[in-house]
C-alpha cells in the first residue's frame, strides 16, 4: 500500500498513520493465516511503498522496516533521492538488533532515464579539453 505525506496524501488512499499501518498489518496477517489454515499455495507479504516525497521524519516517525516484508521507494528521480533513502536506511540499520529481521528493498516506478539525463548534462558541463 502507498505510504505518503506528499500533496499526494489528499488524491490517494494512503497508510498515513500509526493507526493505519497497524490495521494494514492486521489484515495482512489475517489472510497470511487463512491461507496456511486452508493449505493453500500462495505466499502473501507484508509490503509498503514510501514516496520519496514525504518528509523523512515522517518516514522514520512511521514506519518500522522490520514488520514488513518488502519495503519499496517510489519515483527515485534525483541524485539527492538517493542519499535520502540511504540516510533513511542507516536510520533503520541502527535502530535494528538483528539485521536478518531487515526487509527486501526496493524501488517502485523507477525510470533510469531520469538519471541518463544528469550523466547527459554533466558531460556537457565538463568536457575535456586536450
Not at 48 to 56: A, G, P, Q, R
Not at 58 to 65: R, W
Not at 98 to 122: R, W
Amino acid at each position: 500500500d502507498h505510504f505518503t505525506n506528499s500533496w499526494k496524501a489528499d488524491v490517494i488512499p494512503n497508510l498515513n498513520s500509526l493507526a493505519k499501518i497497524e490495521m494494514y498489518l492486521n489484515e495482512i496477517d489475517q489472510f497470511q493465516k487463512c491461507l496456511i489454515d486452508e493449505e493453500r499455495q500462495m505466499a502473501l507479504f507484508k509490503g509498503i511503498e514510501i514516496d520519496l516525497s514525504s518528509t523523512e521524519k515522517f518516514i522514520v516517525n512511521n514506519i518500522l522496516p522490520t514488520r514488513f516484508d518488502i519495503l519499496l521507494f517510489e519515483y527515485l528521480e534525483s541524485v539527492e533521492s538517493i542519499f535520502f533513502i540511504k540516510k533513511i536506511i542507516n536510520y533503520w540499520k541502527g535502530k535494528t538488533k538483528n539485521s536478518t529481521d531487515f526487509p527486501l528493498i526496493g524501488l517502485a516506478h523507477f525510470d533510469p532515464s531520469f538519471f541518463n539525463e544528469i550523466n547527459n548534462s554533466i558531460g556537457e558541463n565538463f568536457t575535456m579539453h586536450s
